[in-house]
Nanobody
Framework: QVQLVQSGGESVQPGGSLRLSCVGS????????MGWFRQAPGKEREGVAL???????NYADSVKGRFTISKDTAKNTLYLQMNSLKPEDTAMYYC?????????????????WGQGTQVTVSS
């Protein structure tokens, strides 16, 4: 069964850090384009970061310099290191895999999605 299982979301104060993880099972998820997306209440889903099969990365302007996407192919795991967190980063975060275009603006291209994990940044 193809599955992406997420972990790592929690509440943190502004300026804090979190690391999200996304483990693939049933296939080599890290052999595909993978990404992180987020959705805040009342807002549209937003692309956060992508990593392609060659480990090239792409970030939304809002997170550049603060977030880092990476993958460990041996562990079949995708990561999102989030530093200098801001209240506006509060959202449900989703990992995704397998997109033919591998672009942040085309989330519907992704075939597989994690269950989501909540990140709350608040003092």
């Amino acid at each position: 069964q193809v599955q992406l299982v997420q972990s790592g979301g929690e509440s943190v104060q502004p300026g804090g850090s979190l690391r999200l993880s996304c483990v693939g099972s049933g296939y080599r998820a890290t052999s595909y384009c993978m990404g992180w997306f987020r959705q805040a209440p009342g807002k549209e889903r937003e692309g956060v970061a992508l990593i392609d099969v060659d480990s090239n990365t792409n970030y939304a302007d809002s997170v550049k310099g603060r977030f880092t996407i990476s993958k460990d192919t041996a562990k079949n795991t995708l990561y999102l290191q989030m530093n200098s967190l801001k209240p506006e980063d509060t959202a449900m975060y989703y990992c995704a895999a397998d997109s033919w275009r591998c672009m942040l603006v085309f989330p519907d291209d992704f075939s597989d999605w994690g269950q989501g994990t909540q990140v709350t940044v608040s003092s």
